[in-house]
């Protein structure tokens, strides 16, 4: 008779100062985890099991091995200039973890290499050059990431100050071969000449703008006072060139002869030489290259979790992955890359980001490719992500804070300054829950704060979020489009519910709906956007089953519209009733039906909907009161000493109490007694 002895159980203990603990697995099979340390201060040589015998290099991690439930732990207040390329996988239920003891600052993985002011060269003009070799930096074609006294810095761009060329025409090749941008007039987006342009030396690059959501990177092989000849990179993303559109908008980047600025810089990849400018001398300057392509290479290692690292100054990536799952990085930071602060390629399921600061990232902060699945990216603060034209990746996709595909869980995350679109996906089974967005689409346009396009969207939710200041980037572009709050575009259908959310402040709306439909909206609050609260662009004739209702849609000005449509307005709506509007007193601009203004009564009777829905006219604009909380939990906001109504007729004085990530648009109805607003 055989007996199957089943034992589960954790011993920890000490041996000879080295810190074990043994596990025993349900089938009998045993094995050890190893606590590892690693200080600045330490020697490969050690044992590197305690504080007092650490390990010293990142290459000694590298070229160990590890097991299951193993954790390396790295020295608070250290830094180090290496790639961590991790050799071993955890498995369920015993990650391999990277943390940090001691006390003090987070320790720093690095790709940044510190230039003394003593290693740069006076060529003249307040130029000053260092060969990147020379400072001990490993050789790229391109430097994407520079710092200066501890602020990244832009690329030298001509002309300056955002503004652009003007595309008269262009050219192009057979594949391999220059193609031709030329440049003879100005329009209102695009006003300069490239007769101003100085003869561009070094190994200078030329970004156009095919569409208004699009920049597109090329080498300058030839310049003349009319036309610039080049060779376009490819696409991170994939796809074939975007070329040059005429009207639309070009600049040119990374050449000394356009750096006359503090700090601007350009890199020659023939020569390896950087070069910025110095006014008044390097002295007392700090500056810092990246040299490092990849910070961490997961190697297609799994069950990894990282606790509490700082991640800087990656060439391109700060953390990649060519398939790697269950991967947690958390209460850590990834700043400064030159290209992505997180790649996440081929089947990278079921990560995790919380508590993180993903900021100053040059094209995307948290990057999901298609078959990448099943995120966690919750209460992270992205900052500063995108903010530089022609430094991001060339094409679609780029210029994004967070970007994913399905099963994703979005939520409490804080994101501010994307220069393009700060949460984007397209795929089923997303949640995009409690996010407080704020400043976006001022790179490129034709973005929204919450983004999703294309695909079928069954089983995501929206729900709680907070979306402002949707800007606008018209220099480079022929026809201006602007930014919106939430954004369904190119079809995207069956969003299960977008609700209790806020969207204000934006350029253009705080609802857009290009071609979208089965799509549900409801009890949510569009406020003082630019064109419109709530806008639906029918050119491909496919807007239909949309159900909309209890939404707040409110145009604090007589300029904005409470709702536009351009085309089949008849065919959009399956439910529509049951909503609170308010405008000023002018009534003629109100709704715009099929590309035609018309008044509230008149898209009543057009339509047969908003039948029990209200409209209120404010005599004054400045009787209208917004407030919100952008908090987890209940806010009560004071307020001054009127009587106020909300637009479901709701009675407040004194103070309002707002549920989490909720918002309300008031109005004041004066002292007791005094009514300012009529139906």
């Known amino acids: 008779m055989k007996r199957i002895l089943l034992i589960s159980f954790i011993c920890a203990c000490q041996i000879a100062s080295a ?47 590890f097991v299951a439930g193993d954790t390396i732990s790295f020295r608070c207040g250290d830094t180090w200039n290496e790639q961590l390329k991790l050799p071993s996988s955890g498995s369920s239920g015993n990650a391999i973890v990277i943390n940090s003891y001691n006390s003090g600052n987070k320790p720093i993985i690095s790709g940044f290499t510190s230039i003394s002011s003593g290693s740069w060269a006076s060529i003249g003009g307040n130029l000053y050059t260092v060969s990147v070799g020379a400072i001990g930096a490993t050789v790229y074609s391109n430097i994407p990431m520079i710092t200066l006294d501890g602020f990244y810095q832009s690329v030298s761009t001509y002309p300056k100050n955002g503004r652009y060329f003007n595309i008269n025409s262009s050219a192009h090749a057979n594949a391999g071969d220059q193609d031709t941008i030329n440049n003879t007039s100005t329009t209102t987006n695009n006003d300069s000449l490239l007769t101003n342009c100085p003869s561009l030396t070094g190994t200078p690059e030329v970004v156009w703008r095919p569409f208004n959501w699009v920049l597109w990177r090329g080498t300058i092989t030839g310049q003349t006072s009319t036309a610039i000849y080049y060779n376009a990179l490819t696409a991170p993303a994939g796809g074939a060139t975007e070329q040059p559109v005429n009207s639309q908008g070009f600049f040119v980047q990374n050449s000394p002869a356009i750096c006359n600025v503090l700090g601007d810089w350009a890199y020659n990849s023939s020569t390896k030489v950087l070069t910025m400018y110095f006014p008044s001398g390097p002295t007392g300057h700090t500056v810092q290259s990246s040299t ?38 958390k209460n850590g930071k990834l700043s400064l890359a030159g290209m992505y602060g997180s790649n996440a390629q081929g089947s990278s399921t079921t990560w995790t980001f919380t508590n993180d600061t993903i900021r100053c990232i040059n ?11 099943a995120h966690t990216i919750t209460n992270n603060f992205f900052d500063s992500i995108g ?120 350029s253009n709306a705080g609802f857009y709906c290009h071609n979208c439909h089965e799509d549900t909206l409801q009890s949510n609050t569009f406020w003082d956007n630019g064109f419109a609260q709530d806008r639906y662009i029918n050119d491909a004739a496919t807007i239909a089953n949309i159900t909309y209702k209890f939404n707040v849609t409110a145009s604090r000005t007589n300029s904005e519209f409470e709702v536009s449509t351009s085309a089949s307005t008849t065919g959009h709506f399956a439910v529509r009733d049951t909503n609170y509007y308010a405008r000023g007193t002018d009534t003629t601009n109100d709704f715009r039906k099929d590309g035609v203004a018309g008044s ?3 898209w009543q009777t057009a339509l047969s909907k908003d039948l029990h829905s209200t409209h209120k006219l404010v005599s004054n604009n400045a009787d209208f009161k917004f407030v919100y909380n952008a908090t987890a939990g209940s806010k009560t906001v004071l307020l001054s000493g009127y009587k106020w109504l909300d637009l479901k007729g709701n009675s407040f004085i004194g103070s309002i109490t707002l549920a989490a990530f909720g918002s309300a648009v008031l109005i004041k109805n004066g002292p007791i007694g005094g009514i300012i607003f009529k139906r």
């Open 387 to 506: 903010c530089f034209r022609g430094m991001g990746g060339s094409g679609e996709i780029q210029y994004v804070a967070t970007r994913g595909r399905s099963s994703n869980d979005i939520e409490n995350n804080t994101l501010k300054h994307c220069g393009y679109i700060p949460i984007y996906w397209d795929g089923t089974n997303n949640t995009v829950q409690q996010n407080f967005v704020d400043t976006f689409g001022f790179v490129k346009d034709d973005a929204g704060g919450i983004y999703c396009g294309t695909n079928d969207m069954t089983g995501t939710i929206i729900n709680q979020n907070i979306v402002f200041h949707g800007l606008t980037s018209a220099p480079g572009t022929s026809i201006q489009t602007d930014n919106y709050g939430i954004y369904l575009d190119d079809g995207a259908h069956n969003v299960k519910a977008i609700q209790n959310n806020t969207a204000a402040f934006c």
């Open 363 to 373: 094209s995307n902060g948290l990057y999901q490719a298609f078959s990448s699945t």
């Open 600 to 602: 509230f009564n008149t």
């Open 292 to 329: 490092i392509d990849t910070l961490i290479n997961l190697n297609s290692k799994n069950w990894i979790t990282f606790d509490g690292i700082d991640v800087q100054g990656a060439n391109t990536y700060n953390i990649y992955s060519g398939g790697s799952t269950n991967i947690v990085f």
């Open 19 to 65: 810190k074990f603990s043994m596990y025993v697995h349900p089938y009998g099979s045993i094995f050890f985890s190893t606590h590892y340390y690693v200080s600045a201060a330490g020697a490969d040589g050690n044992s590197g099991t305690s504080t007092g015998s650490p390990w010293q290099h990142i290459s000694k991690v590298n070229s160990s091995s």
